[in-house]
């Protein structure tokens, strides 16, 4: 018999930012660029309440690379924040705020010492993540910081350690937790909407073009897919199913031939018991990834297919798509099974996340992935990468 296909809204509904949604406000590059002495939390909490157009934050960002400019493009978009300018040595960037008609400095000293903002995005090279936040964290500014937090655990718990001292935020770029899909996905789970959480699978099969590996760095260890790519998908199974409790891992080397992996096959034990199983590989022709699902960076074709399924005792659920399979009445492999799918409005989380930091920033809210959430899963990625070296079972954590 087929399956019988039910429409319904997602219940409870997604959680969505509207206010920081649609609504894009320049600031004026005419704007004075000095005389903004850096304001404490609970000061910058008084004069923020995302509406006010003559009182945005003040949020420099650090690193013009691909990522940096999709953050300044978010932080000219959103309606509670301004760019207090761009920091990077690169002549590029230089030339990339002139057109903006942003300020520029070559280094984060420059920047301080002229004109400190109310926070900062450090968008630079993994290996520059701890430097970077040192400075601005001993400087009294909130922080996001793009993933992974740091290029290994010791670095990042030093990082974070330092912000817990300080009394200072730290958010970290896990974007893909504040896309309104990966919210729907969780209110789900979390209501019971699957039962309990028994397996899940997680694919991220792609193929990076032989260009991309132009870039020594990209051949060497640390810049595999487990690190690079893998990474956002262990943070997303760690918010949606629970705590690492110990990893098994295999990788290969074969197709590339370089000094990395080019494919994992992992396996993931969990606090409460449940299990789940994720492969990845740069070298696939394939459709399963959440760059090429989610529709979320439009610099990736959508092929409408799936990248995670999770499965409980009373029902499954797909992601991105957001179907949810179960059985009304007797639970049988031989009675029929049901479908239900949710809408969910699209929403860049890019910008989300910028409208979250502005929130952090002004005391409105808790980082939805703080430094030391960010810590546990580079944690669970080392382990991946130890016990695919070893061949034993490695517990998150237990690594000096």
Not at 65 to 84: N, S
Not at 120 to 129: E, K, S
Not at 343 to 370: M, N, R, T, W, Y
Request: charged share 20%.
């Amino acid at each position: 018999m087929p399956a019988r296909r039910e429409a319904r809204p997602c219940d409870p509904k997604p959680v969505t930012t509207g206010s920081l949604a649609s609504v894009g406000r320049r600031r004026n590059p005419s704007s004075p660029p000095g005389n903004h002495a850096r304001l404490p939390p609970s000061a910058a909490a008084a004069r923020w309440d995302g509406t006010i157009p003559g009182n945005p934050l003040r949020i420099a960002v650090v690193g013009a690379g691909l990522i940096g400019k999709r953050h300044l493009d978010a932080l000219l978009r959103a309606p509670g924040a301004g760019v207090a300018s761009l920091v990077d040595p690169d002549p590029a960037a230089a030339a990339l705020a002139g057109e903006r008609g942003l300020e520029w400095y070559p280094t984060i000293e420059d920047m301080l010492a002229s004109d400190p903002p109310d926070g900062a995005v450090i968008a630079t090279p993994n290996q520059l993540h701890v430097d970077h936040g040192l400075a601005c964290l001993r400087a009294g500014l909130p922080v996001l910081i793009e993933k992974p937090i740091a290029d290994d655990a010791r670095a990042a718990r030093r990082l974070v350690e330092t912000a817990e001292a300080l009394g200072l935020p730290i958010l970290v770029g896990h974007h893909r937790r504040h896309n309104p899909i990966i919210r729907a996905a969780k209110a789900q789970i979390d209501g019971g909407a699957i039962g309990d959480i028994v397996s899940a699978h997680a694919a991220c099969w792609l193929y990076k073009p032989e260009g991309y590996f132009d870039a020594a760095w990209r051949r060497r260890p640390g810049a595999g897919p487990v690190f690079i790519n893998l990474i956002h998908d262990v943070d997303l199974l760690r918010h949606l199913v629970g705590e690492v409790r110990s990893v098994q891992a295999a990788d290969s080397r074969q197709v590339r031939g370089h000094d990395v992996e080019d494919t994992a096959a992992i396996i993931l034990r969990f606090a409460q018991g449940a299990l789940a199983t994720l492969t990845v590989s740069d070298t696939i022709v394939a459709p399963w990834s959440w760059e090429l699902t989610a529709e979320e960076n439009p610099a990736y074709p959508a092929t409408g297919e799936t990248c995670y399924v999770i499965g409980g005792t009373r029902g499954s659920i797909e992601i991105p798509g957001g179907r949810i399979w179960f059985q009304e009445g007797e639970r049988s492999w031989w009675r029929p099974i049901s479908q239900a799918s949710c809408e969910v409005a699209h929403q860049d989380p890019l910008d989300l996340q910028i409208g979250h930091f502005c929130e952090v920033i002004a005391g409105k809210a808790e980082p939805l992935v703080s430094g030391r959430e960010a810590l546990r899963s580079l944690q669970v990625i080392e382990a991946i990468i130890e016990a695919a070296r070893s061949g034993g079972t490695i517990r998150p954590g237990d690594l000096p």
